[in-house]
């Protein structure tokens, strides 16, 4: 005999089915909901995955999500879909008065509005767009902050939700608020991420992060590795350290050795690092120090190359020092010219006489007085050209020639004088050919060796060794003696105007008593060896000897393979039409050499004198003009100039010379012009293609708008 269930038990047992089903549906979307934080890609996924959630709860149908920035008043609608309504703009003038939105949004809690409140509230205003017959919203709370609202409504059933329906959006809410929240800062952490990864990658500078422990770069950009020349794969196979010299090693130590102490750093450091190559660059390292529980962890360092920078404000430096040592000896050369003119006409007529009256003269006594006359006249002959050569200042004419050979020359002069002492010769084999002004270098090894000569005087076993190699793409000589040597208390006079140790000044007796001297010998080797961007040093000890080193540097004939490798790397420029003025053959075959070969491949139009440089302007387009200063006849370079700014005021000129009155003058000048630049003579091929290529890039970003 079967069971047979009462209506009532029948309803009863068919409603527990049912909450028992919607109870399942709840539980489900909730599942769902929260899942799909972690199976979701993005917010749009995120909200069609809570509104396809929702749908299998209540009618989701007419649905929107609402996002709010109560702080900004604003309010936009990422994810909607209505039957009626199509509206949906983003607001940014929100006002929680007047809208259903704004309605939940204010009191902080779900609400279910049917069709006479809904009538009530349109007659305040408070209802956009199409009145629905029913409407109900829930709040999106998250850390007690309103961040949206969720929303269904109809526009055809009335009663198509009830309070029931309002409790399960109410309970679903906080599941839905908790995963949009997680999946906004999600996307937000992965577009901080991106961006920074996008500025790390892009940035102007060197980025790079560190960690400490592992003593190793975790990643470093592209301008990083320009700067080093290391890949990224070699770079991150290092340690850090390994890029410092030894003096920044132990600043960044000492730094790292505070930071672990707990004390505070400034953020900003200046380093020496060392390229791939050895060359060195000068940076300033930002860092952004990572600890965790109290411990050093990691650094996110910004780095920026301050080579140029370091190198133009220590040329600044030089340049002012030399220009204070050439005013003050211009004023003493002037005086000293003057003097010098007056002295050679009155030793004229001393020594004319003399030589007539020793033509004449035949008593012994008065003849050893006529010959002692005449010796003194050639020693006043001898401190005129000194004087006359340290008055005039004239910029050196370049040539190329054999520093050995010039050695030579010299020695052969001075070969009377050198009959008695032991000359030691230590040449480095096929030295390069060193571009300079011959002259002043000969008059250089003239005075350096004659005050050799003159310091072993007194020497029992007289010796001088002249040594020629050499290091660094520079050219030495060095001339060394076992003399008398200097003092200490003098050494650092001996390039001052008028200073001497010889003749009267000679309280030691030192030197032989014949031995006089001019004073202005070592000023002007000294102001020589500096005109040609060279250096002079002396060691020296009493009663051991002396040697005066010479530093010069190498400038050659082409571009170096490394060179070309280098510039090719930079160099943005080529195929320009270049008008090189310039007066010395020696230096425009270089220039033009260099210039229109690989990796430039410019063209070059060649003019030595000013009124040329003025007809090839005024004839033909140029991108740029390689100007020097000194040109022979009426028009000089800065004439050429101003005759090239009334055509053209904005084209390239790169001004060569090594003019004290010049180097003055450019520094105004620039002041009023961009479109200029300048390099003292002798510069380097590299210094010459890179200023060049420099003014071109200015240029260019100039006619673009971005300067």
């Not at 002492?421 to 090894?445: F, Q, S, T, V």
């Not at 060394?480 to 208390?489: L, S």
């Not at 007066?583 to 063209?603: A, F, G, M, W, Y």
């Amino acid at each position: 005999m079967g069971l047979i269930l009462s209506p009532i038990w029948n309803r009863r047992l068919s409603r527990e089915v049912f909450e028992k089903e919607k109870a399942e549906k709840i539980n489900n979307a909730l599942f769902a909901i929260s899942s799909a934080v972690n199976t979701t890609q993005n917010l749009t996924d995120l909200f069609e995955s809570i509104h396809h959630s929702l749908g299998s709860i209540i009618d989701t149908t007419n649905f929107f999500i609402a996002l709010v920035d109560v702080s900004q008043h604003t309010l936009h609608f990422p994810y909607h879909l209505d039957t009626t309504d199509d509206d949906f703009s983003p607001i940014s003038n929100f006002d929680t008065e007047n809208s259903l939105t704004g309605f939940v949004v204010s009191r902080r809690r779900p609400v279910l509005l049917r069709k006479r409140e809904l009538e009530k509230l349109a007659e305040q205003n408070s209802v956009w767009g199409p009145l629905p017959l029913i409407w109900m919203g829930v709040p999106l709370i998250v850390r007690d902050e309103v961040i949206g609202v969720v929303a269904v409504q109809s526009y055809v059933t009335p009663d198509l939700y009830n309070e029931q329906d309002l409790q399960v959006f109410s309970a679903i809410s906080d599941q839905m608020a908790i995963a949009i929240d997680r999946k906004r800062s999600e996307e937000a952490l992965l577009e901080s991420e991106t961006r920074y990864r996008h500025l790390f990658k892009n940035a102007p500078a060197g980025i790079y992060e560190i960690d400490f422990e592992k003593a190793k770069f975790i990643r470093v950009n592209d301008i990083m590795c320009r700067y080093t020349e290391y890949s990224e794969p070699e770079l991150l196979s290092m340690d850090p350290l390994d890029l410092l010299t030894e003096k920044s090693k132990s600043v960044y130590l000492k730094r790292l050795e505070m930071l672990l102490a707990g004390k505070q750093v400034i953020p900003t450091a200046e380093y020496t690092i060392l390229k791939k190559d050895g060359q060195k660059i000068n940076v300033i390292l930002n860092s952004d120090f990572v600890f965790e529980n109290g411990k050093l962890k990691e650094a996110r360092v910004v780095v920026h190359d301050i080579t140029k920078l370091k190198q133009a404000q220590e040329e600044k430096i030089k340049a002012q020092a030399f220009a204070g040592e050439q005013k003050k000896l211009a004023l003493v050369g002037q005086i000293a010219g003057k003097m010098a003119h007056d002295f050679n006409n009155i030793l004229g007529i001393i020594m004319g006489n003399t030589e007539l009256s020793l033509m004449d003269c035949n008593d012994e006594e008065t003849r050893k007085t006529l010959e002692l006359i005449f010796e003194q006249t050639l020693r006043g002959k001898n401190l005129t050209r000194n004087l006359v050569a340290f008055a005039k200042d004239q910029e050196p004419r370049q040539e190329f020639f054999n520093i050995i050979e010039k050695i030579d020359l010299v020695l052969d002069l001075l070969r009377k004088d050198l009959q008695n002492i032991e000359l030691k010769r230590e040449d480095e084999p096929k030295m390069p050919n060193l571009m300079a002004d011959p002259g002043m270098i000969e008059h250089a090894l003239i005075n350096l060796i004659q005050n050799s000569i003159h310091a072993t005087s007194l020497s029992e076993h007289p010796v001088i060794t002249l040594r020629t190699y050499t290091l660094d793409d520079h050219i030495y000589f060095e001339i060394e003696d076992n003399g008398c040597g200097i003092p200490d208390d003098y050494i650092d006079a001996v390039y001052e105007p008028s200073f001497t140790l010889k003749g009267g000044m000679d309280v030691t007796g030192s030197y032989e008593g014949s031995i006089k001297g001019t004073g202005y010998g070592m000023a002007n080797v000294k102001k020589y060896i500096e005109q040609h961007k060279g250096s002079i040093s002396v060691e020296s000890a009493v009663n051991c000897g002396t040697k005066f080193t010479i530093c010069l540097p190498i400038i050659k004939t082409e571009l170096t393979t490394q060179e070309k490798a280098e510039l090719k790397k930079n160099i943005r420029f080529s195929d320009k039409r270049i008008l090189l003025v310039e007066d010395e053959s020696t230096i425009s075959r270089v220039q033009t050499k260099i210039l229109s070969q690989d990796p430039c491949n410019h063209t070059v139009d060649m003019a030595n004198t000013g009124q040329m440089a003025l007809d090839k302007f005024d004839q033909n387009t140029y991108d740029l003009v390689s100007l020097d200063y000194i040109l022979p006849g009426k028009i000089n370079g800065i004439a050429v100039y101003h005759h090239i700014r009334k055509t053209d005021p904005d084209i390239p000129v790169l001004f060569i010379s090594g003019n004290i009155e010049f180097l003055e003058s450019i520094k105004k000048l620039k002041l009023k012009d961009a479109h200029i630049d300048h390099l003292s003579k002798p510069c380097r091929n590299k210094d010459y293609v890179n200023h060049i290529n420099s003014l071109l890039e200015k240029a260019l970003a100039f006619r673009s708008g971005t300067i």
